[in-house]
């Protein structure tokens, strides 16, 4: 039931957007009167979506006849966005529009329907169609910019947080090339879309740039652009992506030269040319995070409020005991002490390293937090690493052995056993 999964996602993201944190306990919601009107309608819905098929189009036929029967529905909004959702993955353009420029007129930041309505409108193809997406590329654009100079959202970090907001501009400012280039001026559109892999490179952008030099008869450019769409490391160009582009290439280059003779050569300079671009791109992002792209847990380093980073680099080879906590988290401040009487087992053994990571969204709040509390132990803070090794629950208590691989995961804890069983494992990981 994916969509009704959907649903139920979004009244998640509103209970964090009203400022509940992940793994916090839900407000008790006053009693339902199984009798009211609303309780009725959610019966519907529920056995409704429960009779649907699993295909978005099946989804989409089920709430819109909710929507038909409870036009006055409380839930019109979420409801609405679930249908925007189930649009796009049923590639229903019409609907996207619909959906999409409804949820945008109650979020006008919302960047994931900025990017899908626009791309409605452009596989429509006929002008009108096209200016109306040029004019949500341009709302795109200045939500984006919008939100530059804002500080990462929730424990994301600064280099996760450029990135992402250097690929929503990218994909704003691609759009708005294939709309320029629509209505006319195939020019504007080529320098459109090379700002967009100027600011993140990717396949779209490249392609993008591609079309419009060789619909100007500038192939030789052409072919090089198409070339780099091939080549560029890029998760979201598929492989049927890439055989389109392979196959635009060689037409291209058969056009200019009148054969595929050299091509590969070709090829291989737009490979050196994207890993390069790539790799200053890497130590860009390193340079304002030195978490960027960390592909194990060794590779993190940990801030903290005493100004002194972790590499957690200098605990190879040693087993690392990891509590993640909050200050928000009444069960965190019970197990404290319980942490501290196992620290103090292993005291004398250099080798195990316990390490306390806080999962705070507001690090202001947590050097106050531990001089109320009268914590004595060094904490860090969680710098990405919580996402990557997918702490869910707060607290979690991981062991990770000397080769930095997760040997025991503990969520939550049991005040009467945790000191037993915490130790138990960190002695198995030791041995």
């Known amino acids: 039931m994916k969509w009704f999964a959907l649903l139920l996602a979004a009244g998640m993201l509103s209970a964090m957007l009203r400022g509940q944190q992940p793994g916090q306990p839900p407000p008790v919601p006053p009693p339902v009167n199984s009798a009211s009107p609303a309780a009725s309608e959610t019966e519907a819905l529920q056995r409704s979506l429960g009779e649907a098929g699993n295909s978005p189009k099946d989804y989409i036929r089920v709430l819109e006849a909710h929507l038909a029967k409870y036009p006055n529905t409380a839930k019109r909004a979420e409801i609405e966005k ?5 649009a796009a993955e049923a590639h229903d353009d019409d609907r996207i529009i619909k959906y999409g420029e409804r949820q945008l007129q109650r979020d006008p930041a919302d960047i994931v329907f900025l990017d899908r309505v626009p791309r409605a409108y452009l596989n429509k193809d006929d002008p009108d169609s096209a200016r109306k997406a040029l004019a949500w590329t341009d709302k795109f654009a200045q939500a984006v910019d919008k939100l530059r100079g804002t500080p990462p959202p929730g424990r994301m970090s600064a280099a996760q ?10 994909r704003a400012l691609v759009l708005k090339a294939r709309a320029t280039g629509k209505l006319g001026d195939s020019a504007a559109a080529a320098r459109l879309a090379k700002q967009s892999f100027d600011l993140y490179p990717t396949a779209e952008s490249a392609r993008e740039e591609g079309k419009w030099l060789a619909a100007m008869g500038d192939l030789q450019d052409a072919i090089d652009r198409y070339a780099d769409a091939f080549t560029i490391e890029d998760p979201r ?3 049927q992506d890439r055989s389109k ?10 056009k200019a030269t009148g054969s595929e003779r050299g091509l590969g050569d070709r090829i291989l300079a737009s490979y050196d040319r994207m890993s ?9 992002l390193k340079s304002k995070d030195p978490n960027a792209e960390a592909g194990s847990i060794l590779d993190f380093t940990l801030p903290s409020p005493n100004g002194n980073p972790l590499p957690l680099t200098s605990l190879k080879g040693k087993t690392i005991v990891f509590d993640f906590w909050a200050t928000w988290c009444v069960p965190c401040r019970a197990q404290r002490p319980l942490y501290e009487d196992v620290e103090q087992k292993f005291s004398a053994d250099k080798d195990v390293v316990f390490v306390s990571v806080n999962t705070d969204e507001d690090r202001a709040q947590v050097a106050p937090f531990l001089k109320q509390q009268n914590w004595k132990n060094t904490v860090y803070y969680d710098a990405g690493l919580a996402d990557f090794v997918k702490v869910t629950s707060i607290p979690t208590t991981l062991i990770v052995d000397r080769s930095g691989q997760i040997a025991s995961r503990m969520n939550g804890f049991i005040p009467e056993r945790f000191v037993d069983l915490l130790t138990q494992r960190i002695e198995e990981t030791r041995h």
Do not use: F, S
């Not at 679930?82 to 189930?86: E, I, R």
């Not at 992402?164 to 501009?169: M, S």
């Open 82 to 86: 679930t249908l925007a959702q189930a």
């Open 161 to 170: 947080w450029l990135r992402d907001l250097d690929q929503a501009g990218g």
């Open 237 to 239: 160009n598929n492989e």
């Open 245 to 254: 582009d392979r196959r635009r290439l060689g037409e291209l280059y058969v």
């Open 276 to 284: 390069a671009i790539m790799t200053a791109r890497l130590a860009q």
